[in-house]
């Protein structure tokens, strides 16, 4: 096994932790919480997404959240960015970098945005070429990487396929999805050495879900494969929320526990990120419960 | 990393599964919940333990089951023998493997044996020779072999000085245990490979907790490591009984479904399992809750 010195830990909480509950987060109290995030040392934060905010109504400040955040020197605020209205929002920001998304299996790519993955591309790797050219960073994020809760696991081919146009058209970074928690180590090591192997110049990250309790073993598998940058949420938030409690994103403290205590280094305070387990679902509790707008 | 054709899995629910808890399962109810281990597939089964009962009041019927088990073609029942006392017993009874034990750890040894890992080491490696003499089997079972409660991370070179005096005493098989949930899969790792480096020709173990949520990690890390042998227990009991609802040992169902997710074969029946899963529970919600004796 591999035991690396350093591993990058990326925060999403603001994003996929809050983007599915039925509260709204007052946007004073996320920058807040950024800050405590970067308190904690993250360098990297996914903050937000400029989808519509009729579709997605705890993301509504994505404008007013890009105008405010602290500049810091090395902290790097990414944004979702799901289609030329959002790009054009996303531009009008202070946001770092831009999160391209779209799903490996058609299925889900049809149920979450309502077109095939072969449309979602073409869109995607267009965004993409503005987005550089603009001067911002892109990454392309595969959802669905591994398994698709609609056609089942997904065949490696398709995720490369996905993966080469978006190293085609530019992309800066690649993330694997393991959208619904369903992968397994092997998957998790197979597929993303294959993808690092491909495209060796490429950074790939990998966003796991804990649905399963397979979080800390596929950490560990993704690590084997060479993956050196993983997304998290502090408290495990982003869980369905039709079914309440069960766990979401990998959990920030639970990872980065599991990495220091075989001494691969993350560059982050524990005290802080278990402070953190603690006041995020205090805030959830707290918040505003939104009305449906849709 | 390394996924291998096979790998077996031990039943340890009706002696570290039941071992610490308030009620006393009735030795009916066992021999039938060990027909129902043996309809899922397992072959390898570790009963009880030859304690005095005044002691562990829930194995009070060791030598009962002895007589009492079903002798089912290729399937092995093991038991543990704490002493001379114990091993007396154990050889008027019909259990195929005698599981000698003790902590790596001296801090941990003396608090569960009052002895210190040497002059335990002295005891055991003596009731090894006899246990193989009389022409049964032999497992040495190494407690803290990687944490303890008491003096925290056990260096390797006291796991392996133990395991060197029990291989030189003759043990058929060797058992690393995290007592306590607490060991990292690098740890696990690095023992285990170093272990059967050094021991080539004994069949390693490794008796697992998911205390910490670092269960499937850990299987996963052992096999890396060229383990084939893992315990577990149904329903993941054997939690610590100070702490209701904590895990215990790890889970039949999920190590097997993580297995042969992974095309893994363990041999077992993952629908038997999950009706383990519902009805070890039941049983001890069940079953008469023990009078202290002591």
Redesign the interface.
Same mark, same amino acid.
């Given at each position: 096994?591999i035991?690396p010195e350093q591993v990058t830990i990326r925060d999403v909480t603001l994003r996929d932790g809050l983007q599915n509950e039925s509260v709204f987060v007052e946007t004073e109290q996320k920058i807040e919480k950024v800050k405590e995030i970067i308190a904690a040392g993250f360098k990297r934060i996914e903050v937000t997404s400029f989808v519509h905010p009729k579709w997605v109504p705890t993301m509504q400040d994505a404008d007013e959240l890009g105008q405010r955040l602290p500049i810091i020197l090395g902290v790097e605020y990414e944004a979702l960015v799901p289609n030329k209205r959002g790009l054009d929002r996303f531009l009008q920001s202070n946001f770092h970098s831009a999160v391209l998304f779209l799903s490996a299996s058609t299925a889900h790519n049809q149920a979450n945005v309502n077109k095939s993955t072969e449309e979602s591309l073409e869109e995607v790797t267009e965004l993409i070429a503005i987005t550089n050219k603009e001067g911002r960073k892109t990454v392309g994020a595969i959802s669905t990487a591994f398994v698709c809760p609609f056609s089942g696991e997904v065949p490696y081919e398709e995720v490369e396929k996905v993966a080469e146009a978006l190293v085609n058209s530019g992309v800066n970074e690649l993330g694997l999805g393991d959208t619904i928690g369903k992968a397994?180590?092997?998957?998790i090591?197979e597929y993303s050495s294959r993808i690092l192997e491909k495209f060796p110049d490429v950074p790939l990250s990998l966003h796991l879900h804990d649905t399963y309790?397979?979080g #800390?073993?596929n950490?560990?598998?993704g690590i084997?494969?060479g993956v050196r940058l993983f997304d998290v949420a502090q408290a495990g938030l982003g869980g369905c929320p039709y079914a309440p409690g069960s766990p979401g994103n990998i959990q920030a403290s639970?990872v980065v526990q #599991?990495l220091e205590?075989?001494?691969i280094n993350t560059g982050l305070d524990i005290d802080q990120i278990l402070k953190l387990d603690i006041e995020f679902p205090k805030l959830l509790g707290s918040s505003k419960v939104l009305t449906k707008t849709v």
């Open positions: 096994m035991f397994t180590p092997r998957q090591y309790g397979y #800390l073993a950490v560990m598998a084997q494969a639970k #599991l205590k075989q001494n």
